[in-house]
């Protein structure tokens, strides 16, 4: 599948923003995908699971965006959604979006398959 991220760009501190993730296609009745983040300057390996959601609706969030940040599907659009609200400094970062197959809520980025090239997000006053 391939994804394509958008809706990236700067911020104010408290400010809100909305990723969006456009998949080719990914297909089938049992699948994950994911947000994951990557600060400015870290290696892979610090990518962040964020946000995931499966084909029947679960999310999962990692505890430092609970309760502010939202994802969600529309799978009519074959895209993927990213609410963030109350954004923070340290919110900063490039955001992935991730696909796998299978139910299952995980946010290892070692898990998923096919990845977005990223997109920016810098919040700073």
């Known amino acids: 599948a391939r994804l394509v991220e958008s809706g990236g760009g700067s911020v104010q501190p408290g400010g809100p923003l909305r990723l969006s993730c456009a998949a080719a296609?990914?297909?089938?009745?049992?699948?994950?995908v994911g947000w994951f983040r990557q600060p400015p300057g870290e290696a892979r390996e610090a990518r962040e699971g964020?946000?995931?959601?499966?084909?029947?609706?679960?999310?999962g969030y990692a505890a430092s965006v609970k309760g502010r940040f939202t994802i969600s599907e529309d799978s009519s659009k074959n895209t993927l959604y990213l609410q963030m609200n109350s954004l923070k400094p340290e919110d900063s970062a490039i955001y992935y979006c991730?696909?796998?197959?299978?139910?299952?809520?995980?946010?290892?980025?070692?898990?998923?398959?096919?990845w977005g090239q990223g997109t920016q997000v810098t919040v700073s006053s």
């Open positions: 991730a696909a796998r197959t299978g139910l299952r809520l995980t946010r290892q980025q070692w898990e998923y398959d096919d």
């Open positions: 296609k990914y297909t089938g009745s049992s699948y994950s």
């Open positions: 964020v946000a995931v959601i499966n084909s029947v609706g679960d999310t």
